[in-house]
Nanobody
């Protein structure tokens, strides 16, 4: 499975962006998908995850109610963006539906999101 995140850019606070995770590999349907982010000088943190069936989703408290993860279209819709959302965002795929980065087997290159106040 190969992944590539795209859709990042610069936006003002309160704006929206949609990140997309391009996926190749016929076995992706068996994998959970997650989004993580890493801000400058900080560790990578969990953002959102969706189970392989799409039946279960989980969000970090900091993005709950503002971000939406989709499996079929493989996007992360980000609304009401805040300056603290500024980070490089990564999509990942793994056998286990999880909030832990170490459980994900495949990672795409990140896409930078910059939110100005």
């Amino acid at each position: 499975v190969q992944l590539q995140a795209s859709g990042g850019g610069s936006v003002q606070a309160g704006g929206s962006l949609r990140l997309v995770c391009a996926v190749s590999g016929r076995t992706f349907s068996q994998y959970a998908m997650g989004w993580f982010r890493q801000a400058p000088g900080k560790e990578r943190e969990f953002v959102a995850a969706i189970s392989w069936s799409g039946s279960y989703t989980q969000y970090s408290d900091s993005v709950k109610g503002r971000f939406t993860i989709s499996r079929d279209t493989r996007y992360l819709q980000m609304n009401s963006l805040k300056p603290e959302d500024t980070a490089v965002y990564y999509c990942a795929a793994g056998r286990q539906y999880s909030t832990l980065a170490k459980t994900y087997d495949y990672w795409g290159q990140g896409t930078l999101v910059t939110v100005s106040s």
